[in-house]
């Protein structure tokens, strides 16, 4: 990975580019008027540091990775138009819970977890791989958002750049009160354009036995999975599907503690 910035960057920019790249271990380059192309030529993947964050191209693709909260938007202002929302039924959330992500991507469900959770809970997100990690924590800390409540929700996420392997095997017993897997889905589902330029980035492992069973120690209520509703991990890993599907995507609680809603 190289870090740049976007072309006559004013030197506040340039700055923060070059202290991204000491910060990571990486080279800083310089953007002068060189493409993105011609960068790739030194790297297969470009950290590029804009007025407005962080922009991650993978060779090979065209569009840019970056962070927005998406859908967690309009999710967060249905709750408090007092509607539901299934991942929040399945986890079983309430005022003052902790939540493990332990997969958290582009972070949408962790959002809307911290909105439901509030001041008074705690939310951390695991994220094994770099670029994908960097990104989202820097969004999270920056992103302006309209919604006060949902600015407020991503600013309390605490990111941990580790696999969640090690990070359970790390935890003490009963230490969150939901333990959460959104792996990549074995099966893509095509409608989802807002994943599309997290992929070359992303984590394609699938859940292991010993990651299950290291989350039935840490989790005080629940483990939840999402996953796409032909995944064999429902079964293979003991999860009783959720009630309610969302389209190509279903959840699977295992209870440790409490009732399944």
């Known amino acids: 990975m190289i870090v740049t910035t976007r072309h006559e960057a004013p030197p506040e920019v340039q700055e923060q580019a070059r202290t991204f790249a000491c910060k990571f271990g990486v080279?800083?380059?310089?953007?002068?008027?060189?493409?993105i192309a011609r960068l790739h030529e030194m790297s297969d993947y470009i950290?590029?540091?804009?007025?407005?964050?962080?922009?991650?191209?993978?060779?090979?693709?065209s569009e840019p990775f970056f962070f927005h909260p998406g859908m967690a938007m309009l999710r967060i202002k249905r709750l408090l138009n007092g509607d539901t929302d299934v991942m929040v039924q399945a986890c079983g959330l309430r005022?003052?819970?902790?939540?493990?992500d332990c997969t958290l991507?582009?972070?949408?469900?962790?959002?809307?977890?911290?909105?439901?959770?509030?001041a008074e809970g705690r939310i951390v997100g695991l994220e094994s791989e770099r670029i994908p990690g960097i990104i989202v924590e820097e969004g999270l800390k920056r992103y302006e958002s309209p919604?006060?409540?949902?600015?407020?929700?991503?600013?309390?996420?605490?990111v941990v750049p580790m696999h969640h392997l090690t990070f359970l095997r790390q935890c003490e017993n009963n230490?969150?009160?939901?333990?959460y897997f959104?792996?990549?889905?074995f099966q893509a589902i095509v409608t989802s354009e807002s994943i599309a330029p997290l992929r070359p980035f992303a984590n394609y492992e699938s859940l292991s036995l010993a990651a299950i069973e290291e989350a039935k120690r840490v989790a005080?209520?629940?483990i939840v999975m999402k996953n796409h509703r032909e995944s064999p991990d429902f079964e293979n890993f003991g999860f009783m599907r959720f009630k309610k599907m969302e389209r190509a995507f279903t959840y699977g609680i295992i209870e440790v503690g409490g009732e399944a809603e």
């Open 27 to 35: 080279r800083f380059v310089e953007r002068k008027k060189m493409s």
């Open 47 to 61: 950290l590029v540091v804009t007025d407005n964050g962080l922009r991650a191209y993978s060779k090979g693709t």
């Open 95 to 100: 005022k003052g819970d902790s939540f493990l």
């Open 105 to 118: 991507g582009l972070a949408a469900d962790s959002i809307v977890a911290s909105f439901v959770v509030g």
């Open 147 to 158: 919604l006060q409540e949902a600015q407020e929700a991503m600013r309390r996420i605490e």
């Open 175 to 179: 230490s969150f009160d939901i333990v």
């Open 182 to 185: 959104d792996p990549m889905f």
């Open 220 to 222: 005080r209520r629940r």
